[in-house]
């Protein structure tokens, strides 16, 4: 027999904890489906800055741990398993994961966002061998060498920065003639000594057979290609929502966002709401994803209590 829950929440980042905090704090013990990436994508960042509250700054995976502690202290259940098939639609709402099956009348979807990959051969040959997606995991391995990071916005300024005091040097390829990064964060990576920005650069492909050796990058302006002999290549181009398994049940934007209604956290799917990166393609931040957590509690609650089921 399925276990049964009034609310079970999928996703363990800022939007899934803070909806696991005032849930369980409204008496409805909910189920929280911790995913794949425990923690979500905070757990890849080294300082966070910009949340209120912790005026010197804190470590992501160290404010995802309180997030966690916060929700346990108040009655949460946390699993450590993946949803991997839902039908959305039935009643009571089935979810199956790698390991069990649930049902629950109320669901909240704080699955996020996962980073994105040029999309090259040479890219998913070498990931692990000197291709990454996280400075703060695998920077260590490039100490003292020469490295490429990819992208313009404020995660590829940040992982240069972090690189920057590891590595000899950082060659950092932006494909226009204007970063997307915040001012602050553009003023930093310029005012870096060892980061060199190349404009107008992309990535043709990634060198080297067992590990990176290098990159074959062009102009798209002038289409002169050259190779820069490095041996670490991060990826920081942004991200895409992980809705895969809600398609054709939920209603998704053409970049695969799940649609909510006006300002609520209401799907078109009654009793199923949506809080976080995995709906939100503007704001993306922890602080903004945590709102949202909050916001498809109270909708949860509220909706659950219309019905009679809570
Ligand atoms: P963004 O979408 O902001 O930036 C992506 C960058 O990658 C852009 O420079 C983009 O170029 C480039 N890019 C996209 N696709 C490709 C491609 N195929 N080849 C080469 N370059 C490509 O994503 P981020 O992950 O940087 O940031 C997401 C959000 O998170 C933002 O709102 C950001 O402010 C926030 N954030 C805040 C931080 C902080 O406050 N400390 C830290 C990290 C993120 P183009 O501009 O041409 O599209």
């Known amino acids: 027999m399925a276990e049964h829950r009034k609310l079970i929440i999928i996703g363990s980042g800022p939007a899934g904890y803070t ?12 189920l929280l489906l911790a995913g794949s990436q425990p923690g979500g994508q905070l757990m890849l960042t080294s300082e966070v800055e910009n949340y209120p509250g ?7 995976p160290k404010m995802m741990e309180d997030f966690r502690k916060q ?9 450590y398993e993946q949803a991997i098939e839902v ?11 790698d390991s069990n099956t649930y049902t629950a009348d109320a669901v ?12 090259l051969e040479s890219e998913q040959r070498l990931k692990g061998a000197g291709v990454s997606a996280c400075a703060v995991c695998d920077g260590f391995f490039f100490k003292g060498q020469d490295v490429v990071v990819v992208g313009g916005g404020d995660t590829a300024s940040e ?86 398994i809600f398609k054709g049940q939920l209603e998704m934007d053409e970049q695969g966002y799940i649609i909510t209604k006006g300002k609520s956290t209401h799907t078109n799917i009654p009793g199923v709401f949506a809080a976080g990166d995995v709906q939100d393609k503007v704001y993306r931040q922890a602080v903004t994803a945590a709102g949202f957590g909050c916001m498809a509690a109270l909708d949860a609650e509220r909706w659950l209590s219309q019905q009679g089921l809570h």
């Not at 912790?54 to 992501?60: D, I, S």
Request: net charge positive; aromatic share 8%.
């Open 19 to 30: 909806a696991a905090i005032y849930a369980a704090r409204a008496d409805l013990n909910p």
């Open 54 to 60: 912790y005026p010197e700054g804190v470590q992501g």
């Open 71 to 79: 929700a346990e202290r108040f009655n949460t259940t946390i699993v």
């Open 87 to 97: 039908d959305l639609l039935a009643t009571p709402k089935r979810i199956k994961t």
């Open 108 to 119: 909240i979807i704080a699955t996020g966002a996962s980073a994105k990959w040029l999309g």
């Open 159 to 244: 992982e240069a920065l972090y690189l920057s005091k590891l590595c000899n040097k950082v060659y950092m390829l932006i494909r226009r003639d204007v970063m997307r990064a915040s001012k602050i964060m553009q003023h930093r990576v310029k005012n870096t000594p060892n980061i060199q920005i190349l404009w107008n650069t992309e990535v043709k492909e990634i060198l080297g057979e067992k590990s990176v050796e290098g990159v074959l990058a062009f102009n798209n302006k002038t289409g002169e290609e050259f190779t820069l002999k490095v041996t670490g290549v991060f990826i920081a181009i942004g991200h895409k929502p992980n809705t895969d």
